[in-house]
C-alpha cells in the first residue's frame, strides 16, 4: 500500500499532468491554489494595461496567457444552457441563466465562463467563502455588474448575428427595466438580438458620440431605433426650426456611419410637464411638429421607419409617474409592447410606420 507520502506525489504528479504545470496542490486538502509569486505577476500585468494608454499585441497576449493559467485554479464552470456552478468549500451554489438572455447568449461559452469567475471573485470581498452563494446574492451580484455583463454580451455577438439598437433617453432606460422584469429583455425575438442602450437625461448632442463609440465594439445593427429629443424641447439655445435641422443632419451622418441600417424614428412621447417651455402647450406644439417632420424625413429621405405611440397620451394620467414624464408600469407596458410589435411588423412586412401604413417609395 502506498504511503500518505507517496500517494500525495503520485497525487500532484497527475495534476499537474491534466491541468499543467506551476499551480500549488494542498494534498491534504486536496485543493489546487494559484502560487503567490503568479498573482503577483498577474495583478503587475493588469495594472500595467489599466495604466497604459497603448499595449502591444505581445503584452495583450501575455495578460490573456497569465489570466487563462489562473482560471485553470477558479472553482466554477458554465453550462451553456442551464447556468454556471460556483464552490466554496463544501459547498456548491448553481445560478440559472437570466430567463431574458436569448439563445445566441448562451451559444457564446467564452462569455458563460466568465460569470461564475466573476463570482468567485467577488464573493470573498464580502466574506462569503465559508457559505454557499444563495440565488439571491448571485442575482444581486450580477446586478451590480449589470453594466459590465451588458458589455460583454455586446461584445459577444458574432458578425453574422442580426441585431436591433433602441437608443434613447430615460424612457428608454426605464423601459429595458421593465422589460427585463417581465423576462422581455430580447422583446421575444430568436432572430435578432435587442441591445438597449438608455441615457438617463440624455439630449441630442449625445446620441452620434454614443453610436460612434459603440460601433468601436460592435457591428453595426440591421435597425436602429432613435427615441430622443425630448428633453432637447423648450432648451431656450434651441428653436424649433434650428432643432429640426440638427436632427436631421445628425440622422444623415448617422446613416453615413451604418449605410446599410435600416434607422427607425420612435416619436417623442407627451408630457404633462414641460419644464423648459412657457407652457406644456408650447412643449406638446413642438413636440408634434418634431415628430410630423422627424418621420417623414427618415421614412421618405432615409429609407427608415417610424414608430408612433398612440394609446399613450397626455390626459390619461394613469401611464404617467407623479413628474408627468415618466411612464408608470401602465404605461412601460404599453411602450414596449409598441416597439416589440413595430419591430415585428418592420422585420416581416415592407411597412415602414407603426401603426399605420402609408405608401413609402422608397
Known amino acids: 500500500m502506498k504511503s500518505a507520502i507517496q500517494h500525495s506525489s503520485f497525487l500532484e504528479e497527475k495534476i499537474k499532468k491534466e491541468i499543467g504545470l ?4 494542498d494534498s491534504v486538502e486536496e485543493t489546487i491554489f494559484v502560487p503567490k509569486e503568479k498573482v503577483d505577476e498577474l495583478l503587475e500585468k493588469i495594472k500595467y494595461v489599466q495604466c497604459s494608454k497603448k499595449v502591444t499585441k505581445k503584452e495583450l497576449e501575455s495578460l490573456v496567457g497569465s489570466l487563462a493559467f489562473v482560471v485553470k485554479a477558479l472553482p466554477a464552470d458554465s453550462s451553456g444552457s442551464v447556468g454556471c456552478g460556483v464552490v466554496f468549500g463544501d459547498e456548491l451554489s448553481v445560478l440559472a441563466w437570466p430567463a431574458s438572455w436569448s439563445q445566441e447568449i448562451k451559444k457564446d461559452i467564452t462569455l458563460l465562463e466568465l460569470i461564475p469567475i466573476l463570482l468567485v471573485f467577488e464573493v470573498p470581498s464580502a466574506g462569503s467563502w465559508g457559505s454557499a452563494l444563495s440565488l439571491s446574492s448571485s442575482y444581486a451580484i450580477l446586478a ?6 451588458e458589455n460583454l454580451v455586446d461584445a459577444s455577438i458574432s458578425d453574422n448575428t442580426n441585431s436591433i439598437w433602441i437608443i434613447g433617453s430615460s424612457l428608454i432606460f426605464w423601459a429595458q427595466k421593465y422589460a427585463q422584469q417581465r ?8 432572430s435578432h438580438r435587442i441591445i438597449w442602450h438608455g441615457i438617463r437625461g440624455m439630449v441630442w448632442s449625445q446620441l452620434y458620440p454614443t453610436i460612434q463609440k459603440k460601433l468601436k465594439d460592435n457591428n453595426p445593427p440591421t435597425i436602429l ?11 431656450p439655445h434651441n428653436t424649433l426650426k434650428g432643432l429640426q435641422m440638427c436632427m436631421k443632419s445628425t440622422i444623415v451622418n448617422i446613416s453615413q456611419l451604418m449605410p446599410k441600417t435600416v434607422i427607425v424614428w420612435s416619436h417623442i412621447l407627451p408630457r404633462s410637464n414641460w419644464t423648459l417651455c412657457l407652457s406644456n402647450n408650447d412643449g406638446e406644439n413642438w413636440r408634434r411638429r418634431i415628430n410630423s417632420a422627424l418621420a417623414t424625413f427618415v421614412v421618405k429621405k432615409m429609407c427608415g421607419a417610424s414608430i408612433k405611440h398612440p394609446d399613450i397620451l397626455r390626459r390619461h394620467v394613469a401611464l404617467f409617474r407623479k413628474d408627468g414624464v415618466h411612464l408608470s408600469d401602465l404605461g412601460n407596458d404599453l411602450f414596449v409592447n409598441s416597439l416589440r410589435n413595430a419591430l415585428g411588423v418592420f422585420l416581416s412586412t415592407t411597412d415602414r410606420f407603426y401603426p399605420t401604413t402609408p405608401t413609402c417609395t422608397c
Open 144 to 149: 451590480n455588474y449589470s453594466s459590465t455583463v
Open 183 to 190: 423576462m422581455l429583455n430580447n422583446l421575444g425575438f430568436e
Open 225 to 235: 431605433v432613435i427615441h430622443c429629443g425630448g428633453n432637447d424641447i423648450g432648451n
Open 22 to 25: 506551476g499551480l500549488g496542490i
